[in-house]
């Protein structure tokens, strides 16, 4: 490198803060610069939030990194780069793990980041975040000049400022008035850390939960199992006024036909055989609130009546009370029903529906979500690696082509065990390596689709030696927990499955030792 081009290069920074861009792409720019004044592998912009360093921009490091937060408890580099106002070095020989072993791209194994350095950034006198640098290449920062160090850290600090000072600003205009979709996108991000992803379809929804959550209207959740619709409850109600009191949640499909009025409602001391205490209900519960009703196409017909009522006028009555109560709720549900399809058919009362759409959010299936898997990888990933005292998990190259061409009919629940299973797998047969990586067949994707085939009524065997009263039982117990299995513990819809009212399965389950 000429010795004007750290200059220029510098000077490509400062060009930057002039232009119209999103964050995003600031701090790509950044980094991509970054790369043209100090030849390194791998560098980072990390935000911190709490104790926390979430990834808002990588280069050179592997795709799943966007979706990993670095606890700087679990990160000791981070954290002395955090405590310092200066530039911190560490050489090939320092102990401290390094939080990005084994997620340096093109690069397979136990080889791990050899030199590493990274400053703590500052926004008007607020410690922000750090910025990271790693290099495969022992010595690499030795020689490293300090005034431009100092001057690439300064401009990356006023760039870092800059996009603060604009989302801030924009932040105070969408008080006021409607804002640009991509601000929306923003906030729903900087308060929904648990919903993960950039799709064009989550950047949608992402909109869709900025414009309902900041009112009281009724929210109708619809999505394939296993999509996230509970987060979506979750960050409608944190976004809203109602923040600061209950968001309560209310299975419906687990409630028993004979129980349901209680369960919502409430009663009082004897109103049925023991119920020897008053009980106050979720309506209760919720109360100045948000309810969330989860498998809402579930509740019985019987139910629904008065779910309406509660609904419609905000009173509720406990179950043998004489006297009715008000209660300010704001309802929030959720199903994986076709609930059009349920109210022509006469299992889902009409007018419910109407009251409970007031404004639909639909969650996509995960195979519709573009990139989004490598993004929720890395955020399972990094969970998993604590939650089993791992200094590093990653996935092999081959690993990652699987998980981008597999369908994952189970939606984010299915990937997040998946990951698990595979961790588990890769570490005990790992054992002792400080990186450990999963393989395809620790993933074992495909033996589980056959699995899940596999447990179809045909494959049910029945002892010969049985009578006919016992083979009928216990192909009926076989039966019913294929299909509780495939229905991934929902029993409601493995009832639907087998063509059967949920509590006459229920009770025949419970017979035959089931439940």
């Given at each position: ?9 510098l000077?490509?920074i400062?060009?930057?803060l002039t232009?119209?861009?999103?964050t995003t792409e ?9 790369h ?5 592998d791998?560098s980072a912009l990390?935000k ?6 979430k990834?808002v921009a990588t280069y050179g490091?592997?795709p ?6 670095f ?10 780069i955090?405590?310092?106002r ?5 050489e090939?020989?320092?102990d401290?793990?390094d ?9 397979e194994g ?8 990274g ?10 975040g750090?910025?990271?640098?790693d290099?495969?290449?022992?010595g ?5 000049d300090a005034?431009?160090?100092?001057a690439?850290f300064?401009?990356t ?8 000072w604009v ?7 969408a008080?006021?008035r ?5 601000m ?9 850390d ?15 939960i900025?414009t ?10 619809t999505g394939?199992?296993g999509?996230g619709?509970e987060l ?7 976004q809203?006024q109602?923040v ?12 028993p036909?004979?129980l ?5 409602f ?25 309810l969330?009703?989860?498998?809402i ?9 008065k779910?309406l009522?509660a ?7 406990r ?5 009715a109560l ?9 199903t994986?029903r076709?609930?059009?399809?349920e109210?022509?058919?006469g299992?889902f009362?009409a ?8 404004f ?9 979500r ?10 399972f ?13 990653r ?5 990652s ?8 009919p189970?939606n984010?629940?299915?990937?997040e065990h998946?990951l698990?299973r595979?961790?588990l797998?890769a570490?005990?047969?790992?054992s002792?390596n400080?990186?450990i990586?999963i393989?395809?067949q ?11 085939q596999?447990?179809?009524?045909e ?14 039982d216990d192909?009926h ?27 006459n399965?229920?009770?025949l389950?419970?017979?035959l030792?089931?439940?």
């Amino acid at each position: 490198m000429s010795s004007s081009q750290p200059f220029l290069s510098l000077m490509a920074i400062t060009a930057n803060l002039t232009q119209t861009l999103s964050t995003t792409e600031r701090y790509q720019q950044l980094l991509t610069t970054v790369h043209e004044v100090l030849p390194c592998d791998a560098s980072a912009l990390l935000k911190l939030e709490g104790n926390i360093l979430k990834p808002v921009a990588t280069y050179g490091l592997s795709p799943d990194t966007h979706g990993r937060r670095f606890d700087t408890d679990e990160h000791p580099r981070l954290a002395t780069i955090l405590r310092s106002r200066e530039p911190v070095r560490f050489e090939s020989d320092c102990d401290l793990p390094d939080p990005y072993d084994g997620l340096v791209n093109d690069v397979e194994g136990k080889l791990t980041v050899h030199d590493c350095m990274g400053s703590s950034l500052y926004v008007q006198g607020k410690l922000w975040g750090v910025m990271t640098m790693d290099s495969l290449q022992v010595g690499q920062f030795s020689a490293l000049d300090a005034a431009t160090l100092e001057a690439l850290f300064s401009l990356t600090a006023a760039t870092v400022a800059v996009v603060e000072w604009v989302e801030a600003l924009e932040l105070k205009l969408a008080q006021q008035r409607q804002i640009t979709n991509e601000m929306i996108t923003e906030q729903f991000h900087h308060h929904s850390d648990d919903i993960i992803g950039d799709s064009q379809s989550m950047l949608q929804l992402g909109k869709d939960i900025n414009t309902v959550a900041d009112s009281d209207l009724t929210a109708l959740i619809t999505g394939e199992s296993g999509t996230g619709k509970e987060l979506v409850a979750r960050a409608i109600h944190c976004q809203s006024q109602r923040v600061d009191n209950a968001l309560v949640y209310v299975n419906c499909a687990a409630l028993p036909d004979n129980l349901v009025e209680s369960e919502l409602f409430g009663h009082v001391k004897g109103a049925f055989s023991g119920a020897e205490t008053q009980r106050s209900g979720k309506f209760e519960l919720a109360n100045k609130g948000s309810l969330f009703l989860d498998e809402i196409g579930e509740l019985p017909l019987a139910a629904q009546a008065k779910l309406l009522r509660a609904i419609q006028f905000g009173e509720i009555q406990r179950v043998g009370a004489d006297a009715a109560l008000q209660v300010d709720v704001r309802i929030i549900a959720a199903t994986n029903r076709d609930l059009q399809k349920e109210v022509k058919e006469g299992r889902f009362r009409a007018d419910l529906y109407h009251r409970l759409c007031v404004f639909p959010l639909w969650v996509p299936p995960l195979r519709e979500r573009d990139d989004d898997v490598m993004t929720l990888t890395g955020y399972f990933l990094e969970k998993i690696r604590i939650q089993l005292g791992i200094q590093s998990l990653r996935l092999s190259s081959s690993a990652s082509k699987v998980m981008q061409s597999y369908s994952w009919p189970g939606n984010v629940r299915e990937l997040e065990h998946a990951l698990n299973r595979a961790a588990l797998r890769a570490r005990q047969q790992q054992s002792g390596n400080a990186i450990i990586t999963i393989s395809p067949q620790d993933l074992a994707l495909e033996p589980h689709i056959e699995q899940v085939q596999a447990a179809s009524p045909e494959k049910i065997v029945v002892e010969s030696h049985l009578s006919l009263s016992e083979a009928s039982d216990d192909f009926h117990r076989q039966l019913i927990e294929q299909r509780v299995a495939d229905a991934d513990g929902n029993w409601a819809q493995a009832a639907r499955s087998l063509d059967m009212n949920r509590s006459n399965l229920y009770r025949l389950a419970k017979r035959l030792g089931l439940k």
